[in-house]
């Protein structure tokens, strides 16, 4: 097939299984149903890649959206503590680091792939960091990849059974309201060239950072109203769902094929610790549970923020959580990542498996 009818065929099955997810009241129905679409196909062997550009602006229309989050709270919303951000930032850095130790030490994974396969958001990031540091990055892209599909299935699976009878239904959807041009367009202006300059400085986590930083600044001193139409946010969410999920290529698969289990059992290991987190969160601060699960949730920050902005949550306080070991992960992830490495015997643990070296040299 060209590339034409292939795109054809993921849009018309991405659409009727997110509608599917929208009636059932799925949390990011609008992600999940391209995100599950686009690993089915490209597990089928159909080769699609999403254009830098169309993933970069998306960020960036993701990153208003959350400015806009944060623009709308109440001036007399909770102060935020940051010293119980700091310990839940560190806390989920902390467990991903001893856990990817403990697969290493018990010949789990190999070197310190399980390291970076475990480290808590900024996936592309994070796998080009692992690849120079020469871990197996074929691996370490699958981990961080399977991770951000497992924690926003259950994170999306969470919020539906739990606020069933205990919250409000969410408000139906309108998908074509009334168009304010002049905030629309200052809106998109910053989602396409706040993200695009910040790619082409090559600041990687930019293309989201910059976005929010400015958006929420702008809006809080009033030279900005964030104007975000449901078919635009739904386009941007489609194709961060594509992205993530043509990355399932079928070469992938098969050369992590041997290590699923393993990697399957790491990646619900972390989530199941920073649920527990989670429900210290709820049990010393007060938080409701489903805001501290998602707060505490082990990344992505894009799929998080499109869970809770569809999910009656705090969404600021799980959001400046996010956001914070997002940048957190991004400045000491290396340099934790080399320290424990350091500390790693050299015997077999160290280094790859005789099955993953030849799988690697295959792909």
């Known amino acids: 097939m060209s590339r034409m009818p292939q795109w054809m065929l993921l849009m018309a099955l991405s659409m009727p299984l997110a509608a599917m997810l929208v009636v059932l009241r799925v949390p990011a129905a609008m992600l999940l149903g391209p995100l599950i679409s686009a690993v089915i196909v490209s597990a089928r062997g159909v080769k699609l890649q999403v254009p830098g550009a169309a993933f970069v602006i998306a960020q960036g229309l993701l990153g208003c959206m959350i400015a806009g989050m944060l623009s709308t709270v109440p001036a007399d919303s909770r102060t935020v503590d940051w010293l119980v951000i700091a310990v839940g930032v560190f806390s989920v850095i902390a467990a991903s680091s001893l856990l990817g130790w403990l ?3 018990l010949l789990i994974l190999p070197g310190i792939t399980a390291l970076w396969g475990l480290s808590p958001g900024a996936s ?3 796998t080009l960091m692992a690849e120079a540091s020469g871990a197996d990055a074929q691996l370490v892209a699958f981990m961080q990849y399977l991770r951000v599909v497992v924690v926003g299935g259950i994170a999306s699976l969470i919020a539906t059974v739990w606020g069933v009878g205990t919250h409000p239904p ?5 998908w074509f309201p009334p168009i304010r041009w002049l905030p629309l ?3 998109v202006a910053l989602a396409v060239f706040g993200s695009l300059i910040a790619s082409r400085l090559g600041f990687r986590a930019g293309a989201l950072l910059v976005p929010l930083v400015a958006g929420t600044i702008l809006s809080h001193q009033g030279w900005l109203t964030i104007e975000l139409p449901p078919v635009l946010l739904t386009l941007g969410y489609a194709v961060i769902g594509w992205r993530i999920g043509l990355r399932f290529t079928r070469t992938l698969l098969a050369h992590v094929a041997t290590a699923l289990p393993s990697v399957l059992a790491c990646t619900l290991a972390l989530v199941v610790i920073c649920a527990g987190f989670g429900g210290l969160l709820h049990l010393f601060t007060g938080v409701d549970p489903l805001t501290a699960y998602l707060a505490m949730s082990p990344g992505g920050a894009d799929t998080i923020a499109i869970i809770a902005a569809s999910t009656p949550v705090d969404a600021q306080f799980v ?4 956001m914070a070991r997002f940048v957190a992960i991004l400045i000491i992830g290396p340099p934790v990542v ?3 490495a350091k500390h790693m015997t050299d015997k077999p643990s160290a280094a790859p498996t005789r099955r993953t070296e030849k799988a690697s040299r295959s792909c």
Request: hydrophobic share 50%; proline share 0%; net charge positive.
């Open 319 to 322: 959001m400046i959580m996010q």
């Open 185 to 187: 367009s200052g809106t």
């Open 338 to 340: 080399r320290f424990i």
């Open 170 to 174: 969410v408000h139906h959807i309108t």
């Open 124 to 126: 592309t990031a994070m």
């Open 103 to 105: 697969m290493n030490r």
